[in-house]
T-cell receptor, first 115, second 112 residues
Framework: EAGVVQSPRYKIIEKKQPVAFWCNPISGHNTLYWYLQNLGQGPELLIRYENEEAVDDSQLPKDRFSAERLKGVDSTLKIQPAELGDSAVYLC?????????????FGEGSRLTVL | KQEVTQIPAALSVPEGENLVLNCSFTDSAIYNLQWFRQDPGKGLTSLLLIQSSQREQTSGRLNASLDKSSGRSTLYIAASQPGDSATYLCAVPSGSARQLTFGSGTQLTVLP
């Protein structure tokens, strides 16, 4: 069974440029998460989807970040414009069901460097 | 607000040693607790999920325990191997939104 797939694995951009990350969750997983992880820290939630609905986006900086999950499967996270402080690893995860208490499965992450 | 703490931040042990990693949380009203492993430059791999009604969970050389009343969980690794070297993180969903809160992790190095 394929795991959570993310792309690109690495992205280097100049500040003020846009960037987008893509995630394909495990087949059948209703809940999809985007996390941000800084070096030496645990992941922090940006947004959680239950099917195609964003049910928790309280920590998403909505002035520059946006996300969508079309048809309740794949998801895209966009940053526009990127700032130096956005350099981090962006992790996508998925879980079965919608209780938000299921086991989480993570992708390899997308490492963003903003110059 | 839930806070999750993992001490120590880093640990180095010789191969073959049994070891314990600690995780503490401030809000005992948790649904479960999950332990993850993260290798450098990689995503997180789920190791064990303990439900709030369970006291412990085992998988191979790993044993995780949960004491909700004291707000603590431990991950016991038996007969450590160099391949166990990684960062180990714990996480708990809590609150009405069941938002997952992660600790900062313990970076484990097992020396050959």
């Amino acid at each position: 069974e394929a795991g959570v797939v993310q792309s690109p694995r690495y992205k280097i951009i100049e500040k003020k440029q846009p960037v987008a990350f893509w995630c394909n969750p495990i087949s059948g997983h209703n809940t999809l998460y985007w996390y941000l992880q800084n070096l030496g820290q645990g992941p922090e939630l940006l947004i959680r989807y239950e099917n195609e609905e964003a049910v928790d986006d309280s920590q998403l900086p909505k002035d520059r970040f946006s996300a969508e999950r079309l048809k309740g499967v794949d998801s895209t996270l966009k940053i526009q414009p990127a700032e130096l402080g956005d350099s981090a690893v962006y992790l996508c995860a998925s879980s079965y069901g919608t209780s938000n208490t299921g086991e989480l499965f993570f992708g390899e992450g997308s490492r963003l460097t903003v110059l | 607000k839930q806070e999750v703490t993992q001490i120590p931040a880093a640990l180095s042990v010789p191969e073959g040693e049994n070891l314990v990693l600690n995780c503490s949380f401030t809000d005992s009203a948790i649904y479960n607790l999950q332990w993850f492993r993260q290798d450098p430059g990689k995503g997180l791999t789920s190791l064990l999920l303990i439900q709030s009604s369970q006291r412990e969970q085992t998988s191979g050389r790993l044993n995780a325990s949960l004491d909700k009343s004291s707000g603590r969980s431990t991950l016991y690794i038996a007969a450590s191997q160099p391949g166990d070297s990684a960062t180990y993180l714990c996480a708990v969903p809590s609150g009405s939104a069941r938002q997952l809160t992660f600790g900062s992790g313990t970076q484990l190095t097992v020396l050959p």
